[in-house]
C-alpha cells in the first residue's frame, strides 16, 4: 500500500513539474514587442522557441538603449558586452540561430525546419514574408499540420493592411487615445506599449486554441492578428457610440461612466483611488466619509445623476481624502470592503508585499554574467496548479543554437557550406 502511494505521490510530482507546451516546436520571425510577447509567452509555457536571426545582423532590441552589462546600466555601450534590456527581458528562454532567408541554400533550411515545426509566429509588414517565400501558403506546402502566425499593425486585409505601425499609431488608430487624459486636455497613449502586449497576447490565445484544433481534426491554419482589432476590441466594453446620446464626454479621465464616484483623489501625503460600484459601495463609503445626511437625498441616492453630476460627487470625496493619508483611508475603505488602492509608483512595486508573495518582478539574467544582479522582468503571470512556467534561462547569443537546433530538429550536423538537400515530409506530421 505504501509502495502505491509512493509510486502515485511521485506521478503527481512529475505531473506539477511539467511544462504545458513541452514538445511544440515554435520558429520565431519576431521583433521589437508584439511578437516576441508572444513567443516570450510561448516560451514561459515550455514551447521550445527558436528565433530565426539574420547573420548580418541583432536584433534590433539587443543594439538599442537603455544596455545592462559588467559595469551595469546606461544610455550607451560601455563594454562589448553591453545588451539591450529589452533583448535580455524578450529573449529569455528562447534558442537564437542564424539564416539567410534571401539566401537559396537559407530558404531551404528555413523551409526544412517549418516542415518540423508546430507553430510559426512572425510580425513583418504585410507581404515581406511572401517576398521572401515563407508566407503561410508557401509552408503549409511543406508541412499541413502548421499553425502560422501573423501579427502586423491593421491585419492581413483592409485598406490599410499595407501601413507601418507602432505602439504608438495603435493607440491612436484605434480610438484608446481619444478616450484616454484629462477631458479638458490633449490626447495621451497609455503609458506602456499597451497594444503590442494586447495583441501578443491574444496571438498565444490564438495559437493555444489553434493547436487544441489541430489535435481534433489534424488542420493547420493561419492566425490573422491584427494590433488594433485587438485593442479596439478590449475597448469596446464601454458603449462608446451612445456617449452622445447621453450627453456625455468620451475623455473621462481617470473615471469610468457608468460610475460615481470612481476617480484618483488627493490624499494628505499621496493619491489614492477610489470607487463606489455598487449601492453597497457608496453608502459604506457615506457612512465612512461622515455623510450620513446624503442617503436621505434622492439625487445622491440615484446612481444616473451622480454621474451626470459627478464634479459634485467628486468634491464631496476630495474633502475627506485630502485630510487623510493614504494608509489610513485604504485601510478605512478595507474595512468597510470599499475598493481602494494607493497610487503605486513602479519603484513602489518592488518592495510591494503582494508582488513579492507572487513572485512576479524577477531580476534578468545577462548570459555573459550569471550572477550579476540585472533589471527586473516580469514572470509569467498566471498561476498553475500543476504546471511549471519558470523561466530563468537567459537570452540567446546571436546564433548561438544553430548547430544544435538543426542536429535536434532535422537529425544532422549543421554544415552551411554545402547545399542543403531537398525537403521531405515528417510521414508522422503526414498523419496528423
Known amino acids: 500500500m505504501k509502495a502505491k502511494q509512493k509510486k502515485q505521490k511521485s506521478q503527481i510530482g512529475e505531473i506539477a513539474n511539467a511544462r504545458i507546451l513541452s514538445g511544440v516546436k515554435v520558429l520565431d520571425l519576431t521583433r521589437y514587442l508584439s511578437g516576441p510577447q508572444a513567443t516570450l509567452f510561448l516560451a514561459d509555457l515550455g514551447a521550445d522557441v527558436v528565433r530565426v536571426d539574420d547573420p548580418k545582423r541583432v536584433d534590433p532590441a539587443a543594439s538599442a538603449p537603455p544596455f545592462f552589462g559588467p559595469k551595469g546600466v546606461s544610455l550607451t555601450k560601455q563594454t562589448d558586452e553591453d545588451l539591450g534590456i529589452a533583448y535580455l527581458k524578450r529573449g529569455r528562454g528562447k534558442k537564437s540561430i542564424t539564416i539567410d532567408l534571401k539566401s537559396d541554400d537559407g530558404l531551404m533550411l528555413f523551409k526544412q525546419l517549418a516542415s518540423k515545426a508546430d507553430v510559426i509566429v512572425e510580425n513583418f509588414r504585410v507581404g515581406v514574408t511572401k517576398r521572401l517565400g515563407v508566407n503561410y501558403e508557401a509552408l503549409k506546402e511543406v508541412n499541413p499540420g502548421l499553425i502560422y502566425c501573423s501579427i502586423t499593425g491593421f491585419g492581413n486585409d483592409g485598406p490599410e493592411r499595407d501601413r507601418k505601425a507602432y505602439d504608438l499609431m495603435v493607440q491612436a488608430s484605434s480610438g484608446i487615445m481619444s478616450v484616454t487624459g484629462d477631458p479638458d486636455g490633449l490626447a495621451y497613449k497609455t503609458g506602456s506599449p499597451i497594444s503590442d502586449g494586447v495583441s501578443g497576447t491574444f496571438a498565444v490565445l490564438g495559437i493555444l486554441g489553434a493547436l487544441f484544433h489541430r489535435t481534433k481534426t489534424g488542420m493547420g491554419q493561419f492566425i490573422d492578428v491584427s494590433m488594433t482589432d485587438c485593442l479596439t476590441a478590449l475597448m469596446y466594453d464601454e458603449p462608446w457610440d451612445c456617449y452622445n446620446d447621453l450627453g456625455l464626454p468620451v475623455r473621462q479621465g481617470n473615471r469610468i461612466m457608468r460610475f460615481s464616484p470612481f476617480n484618483t483623489y488627493k490624499a494628505a501625503n499621496g493619491v489614492v483611488a477610489l470607487g463606489a460600484a455598487t449601492d453597497a459601495d457608496w453608502i459604506n463609503l457615506l457612512t465612512l466619509m461622515g455623510r450620513e445626511e446624503l442617503k436621505l437625498d ?135
Do not use: Y
Open 298 to 432: 434622492d439625487n445622491f441616492m440615484n446612481p444616473g445623476w451622480r454621474i451626470v453630476n459627478n464634479t459634485k460627487v467628486d468634491s464631496i470625496v476630495a474633502e475627506w481624502t485630502e485630510k487623510l493619508p493614504v494608509e489610513n483611508i485604504v485601510e478605512r475603505c478595507a474595512q468597510q470592503s470599499i475598493p481602494c488602492s494607493p497610487v503605486r509608483s513602479v519603484s513602489d512595486l518592488q518592495s510591494w508585499p503582494q508582488l513579492k508573495q507572487r513572485n512576479l518582478l524577477q531580476s534578468v539574467t545577462h548570459p555573459q554574467l550569471p550572477k550579476a544582479t540585472g533589471p527586473l522582468g516580469a514572470s509569467f503571470p498566471l498561476k498553475f496548479s500543476f504546471a511549471d512556467t519558470t523561466n530563468n534561462i537567459p537570452a540567446a547569443g546571436h546564433g548561438e543554437h544553430t548547430a544544435s537546433v538543426i542536429k535536434h530538429w532535422l537529425g544532422k550536423d549543421a554544415d552551411l557550406g554545402h547545399p542543403i538537400q531537398p525537403i521531405r515530409r515528417d510521414s508522422d506530421r503526414d498523419k496528423r
